[in-house]
Structure formats: structure tokens, C-alpha cells
């Protein structure tokens, strides 16, 4: 049962969570049937990932994603969406300059988004302002990022040696300074994601990232079951095995997230 169905989930909304330290939920989705069940069952962010890429599109990673294809899953989840907040991700290369990252993100606030993610760290700060300043909300994406594959050389977890966890714990600070509204930590040491969660006063949400953050975020095709992974990350949970329908799941998803029952140590790194 929605915990919102007649309150907006907003940025002051998320904040007042962490100040009250009331854990969080987000899950991905890419089309209004499962965005409103995913809003229904009290999720309070939707991300509109470019994650489609993989679990949509049949790629082996989230490059090929463009603006025009997130745009319109971005389109197909606001019409389905009851009042979580819709985040939507700007596909590899949507920001690679200032200008193009103004533009692309105005795209994306009109087609319905709520804010948008950036993945990067210090390389995207004063993107973060701009948007910031003309009254764009920014999540910035630190550890694993997706779209920098390439470089990181392979899905690896992020921030294990000192000089990598000093770099994204600046990072987060300096992303917070600029305006950044919101982190998402992903694939890094549970340790480490607390520290930065403890140290900043925006909200931050995890995937294998601990339980310490303020949010937890999932692909929703990997909280029913539905995708395929050929070596599944640990921070991976089936939600369908004990429920008897997609909104149970999303529902067991949720109450998990809020008791701090998930994640659990198996589930971090």
C-alpha cells in the first residue's frame, strides 16, 4: 500500500527523511505499467535508468542508450507514475559539455523528470552548478560508473584502496558544495559509504553500497526476477520468490528498505 499516493515525493521530502533518518526506496523503470505499481507499493523514487540499455534493449551495457530513447521511456513512466519522484539518468555523452549538458537536461525536466543523474565526479562539478543554478536537481553518480566501463576496465568495486576512497569521499563533498542534491554510491565498501553519508547533509542512496546510506536503489527487473545476469552481483535480490505478484515484491522490496533488512552483509561489499 502507497505511503504517498496523495503527497509528491520532492527533494525536500527526501531530506527530511534522512534528517529523521527514515530509510528510503528507488527502483528503476522504463514504462507505465510497472511505474505505477512501483509508485503504488510506497516507492518514493523512480529512476528512468539508462540501464534500459541492458535489460530493454539486449546490450551489454549502457552506451548505446540516447536522449531521444530515454526520453521516451521517461515519457511512458510519468504517465504511470502516481507521486514518487522521477530521477532520470542523461545517457553517455548527453553532458559531456556544459552547454550540451543545459540543453539535454531541459530535455529531460520537460518530458516529466523530477531531476536527472550525472555520473562522474570531479569532471562534472560545475555542470552540477549550472543545473543547480537555473533550478535543475542533480544526483551525482560516484564509484561505479556504467558509462566510464571502458576506463574502469569491468564491473569492479570502486574506493577499496585509500587513495580511491579519499578521492570519492572529496568528490561527494565537492559535489555536495556545488549544488548536488542528491549521491548515489554504487559498488563501493560498505564502510566507506557511511562515512560519506554521516559527512554530508544531502541524501545519498546505495546499490552495493551497505545499508548506511540513505536510500537503497535496484533495477526493478532484478527485484522480480525477470533478468538474466550471467554472474549476478551480490547486491542482487530476488524480492519474487516469496511473494505471489510483481506488486507483493515491490511492497516486500520496500518494508525491507525501510526495517533495514536489506541490504544485509551478503548483499554489500
Request: hydrophobic residues 40%.
Amino acid at each position: 500500500m502507497s505511503t504517498h499516493k496523495n503527497k509528491p515525493i520532492t527533494i525536500s521530502t527526501l531530506r527530511k527523511l534522512k534528517k529523521t533518518s527514515e530509510k528510503f526506496s528507488c527502483l528503476t523503470a522504463y514504462e507505465a505499467t510497472i511505474a505505477e505499481k512501483i509508485s503504488e507499493a510506497g516507492v518514493e523514487v523512480i529512476l528512468v535508468g539508462d540501464s534500459l540499455g541492458m535489460v530493454i534493449q539486449g546490450h551489454d551495457s549502457t552506451l548505446p542508450v540516447t536522449m531521444d530513447q530515454l526520453i521516451y521511456h521517461l515519457e511512458c513512466v510519468a504517465r504511470g507514475n502516481v507521486n514518487s519522484h522521477i530521477m532520470a539518468d542523461m545517457p553517455f555523452m548527453s553532458y559531456a559539455t556544459e552547454n550540451l549538458a543545459y540543453d539535454n537536461a531541459m530535455r529531460l525536466m520537460q518530458a516529466g523528470a523530477n531531476s536527472v543523474k550525472v555520473e562522474g565526479g570531479e569532471w562534472i562539478l560545475k555542470t552540477t552548478e549550472l543545473l543547480s543554478q537555473r533550478g535543475i536537481p542533480v544526483c551525482a553518480h560516484l564509484g561505479l560508473t556504467p558509462q566510464s566501463i571502458n576506463r574502469l576496465g569491468g564491473y569492479r568495486v570502486q574506493g577499496r584502496d585509500l587513495d580511491d576512497k579519499n578521492r570519492i569521499l572529496s568528490e561527494a563533498r565537492q559535489l555536495e558544495d556545488t549544488g548536488a542534491e542528491i549521491i548515489l554510491l554504487e559498488c563501493v565498501p560498505a564502510i566507506l559509504a557511511e562515512e560519506i553519508s554521516s559527512s554530508l547533509t544531502v541524501p545519498t542512496i546505495g546499490i552495493g553500497a551497505g545499508s548506511a546510506t540513505d536510500g537503497q536503489i535496484m533495477v526493478c527487473y532484478d527485484v522480480i526476477g525477470a533478468y538474466s545476469w550471467e554472474n549476478q552481483p551480490k547486491f542482487v535480490k530476488n524480492f519474487m520468490n516469496e511473494a505471489n505478484s510483481i506488486s507483493e515484491a515491490f511492497e516486500t522490496y520496500v518494508s525491507e528498505v525501510k526495517n533495514l533488512n536489506f541490504p544485509s552483509a551478503e548483499n554489500s561489499f
